[in-house]
């Protein structure tokens, strides 16, 4: 420690460590808010697994464990992709699937309501 910073205020120190460390206290703050928010739309309507993959980006522009944890979640995301369009029928069950859900709320909406 220098004289500098010897002679100073404990608060005016921690004032120095935050201004010092300010990105870092941001990008944490804001990340794990993101990560959480998409904990939660895990169980609650909302694209939760892009916002974890958010929330995890943000985090891994600071902290070296969440690029990994990003690492890792995108090497799984490619496998369940190459395992999703594996073969044509599951391509084609995917789209008719999908037609079969906007149909059933097109029905929902315009007949049944």
């Known amino acids: 420690?220098?004289?500098?910073?010897?002679?100073?205020?404990?608060?005016?120190?921690?004032?120095r460590f935050i201004g010092r460390s300010g990105k870092r206290?941001?990008?944490?703050?804001?990340?794990?808010?993101?990560?959480v928010a998409g904990i939660?739309?895990?169980?609650?309507?909302?694209?939760?697994?892009?916002?974890?993959?958010?929330g995890l980006a943000i985090l891994a522009s600071e902290w070296a464990w969440a690029e990994r944890a990003l690492d890792k979640a995108k090497a799984g995301g490619k496998i369940v992709l190459e395992q999703a369009t594996a073969s044509a029928?599951?391509?084609?069950?995917?789209?008719?699937?999908?037609?079969?859900?906007?149909a059933a709320v097109f029905v929902?909406?315009?007949v049944i309501r």
């Open 1 to 15: 420690m220098s004289d500098e910073t010897r002679s100073l205020h404990p608060l005016s120190q921690i004032v």
């Open 25 to 35: 206290i941001a990008v944490t703050v804001v990340g794990f808010a993101v990560l």
């Open 40 to 54: 939660v739309m895990m169980v609650t309507p909302g694209p939760g697994v892009l916002v974890i993959l958010a």
């Open 89 to 102: 029928l599951r391509i084609a069950l995917s789209i008719l699937a999908t037609l079969a859900g906007i």
């Open 108 to 110: 929902y909406f315009v």
